[in-house]
């Protein structure tokens, strides 16, 4: 696996080293470019092009949320994780933009896991046109399977073996009870054949199976991790989904 670029956007000198320390001392990552304004920031983007950038939310004045919109138009593909002593203002950042967050002081083990994530994430781009489809469907007549047609093979999923969905670097994983299939479907895409029945989009890279949840945990405040049955892997859910599945439930 390539090095994984990475670009730190804070106005305090000191939380810049802090930040290039944390994230050079894991495998596979790289610091390109540590910088303090909002113009600084789009040179060294378009000079860097960096796979992950920590945004500070404040910059100087000026709107890192404002910044990490312009970045995420240069790269879609772009991971922004946002960090700020002002955690009262994560909410709406992390349901636009954001891959997640971090709360100032920075807890390294929070973001080792952010680093892991993002890892795990971009693992397998390489290989994303083995499993490449270019079509995912729901038959009318068969309305409980998900038909996912491939470049060299077609499969035929039931819906209720469908555990999360995720959208990963280049392509979208679709984990069941036994198995997982690569598409080059977007998620809204396979969101809207789901339908809103069972499924949940909870975070913009997830969508789950409301029934396999088994467990709901904080991932910092506005985040949490949801854990299933049948299934190592897990999914991100934001504060606002995590309110609307206690009144699901309630």
Known sequence: MSMIKVMVID????????????VEKQPDYQVVSACGDFSEAVIDFTKYRPDVVFMDIDLKGESGLECAKVLTELNPRLKVIFATAHSEYMANAFEIYAFDYLVKPFNMERVVKTL???????????DAEAGKADKVTRPEHHRDKLFI????QACLLDLDEIILVERL???TNIVTTGEEYKTSTSLSEVEEKLGREAFMRCHKSYIINISKITKIEPYGRWTYVVKFKGTDATALMTAQKYEEIKKMFA
Do not use: Q, V
Request: aromatic fraction near 6%; charge should be positive.
């Open 149 to 152: 047609k491939g470049k060299e």
């Open 11 to 22: 106005d305090e000198p000191e939380i810049r080293k802090l930040l290039h320390k944390m």
């Open 116 to 126: 892991n994530r993002i890892r795990n994430s971009m693992e397998g781009y390489h």
């Open 169 to 171: 670097e280049g392509y």
